[in-house]
């Protein structure tokens, strides 16, 4: 989609609105209870849509899984025990001394993980989605590691060890990125690809429901629906001229998609 076409897309809010003011069309003519229905049924379909999509990264790619993988989650615990690591030995509002078994445990804990991460990987690119926690791990280590160093404390050589252990973990992610580009291009776009795998599934069950659904109404019905319903926003997946049902089923159905994801998707 171009810059253009992104700036003009409508809002999540915007586009119920449009389905909602077609639902109130259907129950001018006495069919509420078939828009509910249909509306109903798009949500369903959307949510399984939604989750066939994720677990078909999850089988695809395993811990490497970009959408939320476990990895993904450990490295965020990973990040979070290394970055109070490091304000547990940095002297802000903590004697460092006291902290500094605590502080210590935090960092190992971060390491394990983050090692962890990368031998789950073995050695295949991880997405650039991860770069932002390992980072925060590496350089949260490194602080904590300098911070206890500093203080003479003595539990410094296993925090130096477990910042070690970090930037070899980030040096790693680099390294393997930039020996593998095309599995490291394939992971960037594995979320894209596993949305445009789902799109045509998603496009044939609106094509089913539209079909049943005008089976279901009849022709002065169908007309009196669109000519009530009212205009669609800018942008909308479908136009005025659109069947009836056909505007509630294209903006629920394609909530499949999350709404941060929209603009990557189209």
């Given at each position: ?33 078939l828009a509910l229905e ?160 789902m799109r045509p599934e ?8 539209q079909a049943d659904l ?53």
């Amino acid at each position: 989609m171009s810059a253009d076409q992104t700036s003009t897309r409508p809002s999540q809010r915007l586009l119920l609105d449009a389905a909602t003011a077609e639902m109130n069309a259907f129950e001018k003519v006495g069919r509420k209870d078939l828009a509910l229905e249909t509306w109903h049924t798009a949500r369903e379909a959307a949510e399984k849509a939604r989750k066939d999509c994720w677990a078909w990264l999850r089988a695809e790619y395993g811990a490497r899984n970009p959408h939320w993988g476990w990895a993904s989650f450990t490295l965020l615990a990973a990040a979070l025990c290394a970055a109070a690591a490091a304000v547990l030995t940095s002297g802000f509002r903590f004697d460092p001394a006291n902290t500094a078994v605590v502080a210590t445990v935090l960092a190992v804990i971060a390491a394990f993980g983050d090692l962890l991460v990368i031998l789950s990987s073995r050695f295949r690119p991880l997405d650039r989605g991860a770069l932002r926690s390992q980072a925060i791990v590496t350089i949260a280590l490194v602080l904590a590691a300098g911070f206890q160093l500093s203080r003479g404390l003595t539990t410094a050589p296993v925090v130096i060890g477990a910042a070690v252990i970090g930037v070899g973990a980030l040096v790693t992610y680099f390294v393997v990125r930039g020996a593998d580009p095309e599995g490291t291009e394939e992971i960037d776009t594995a979320i894209n690809v596993a949305l445009a795998r789902m799109r045509p599934e998603v496009a044939a069950i609106g094509e089913r429901m539209q079909a049943d659904l005008t089976a279901q109404l009849s022709e002065s019905e169908r007309a009196a629906i669109i000519g009530s319903r009212g205009p669609l926003p800018a942008g909308a997946p479908v136009d005025d001229r659109a069947p009836a049902g056909g505007v509630i089923i294209a903006v629920i159905l394609g909530t499949w998609v999350p709404e941060v994801l929209r603009a990557s998707d189209a």
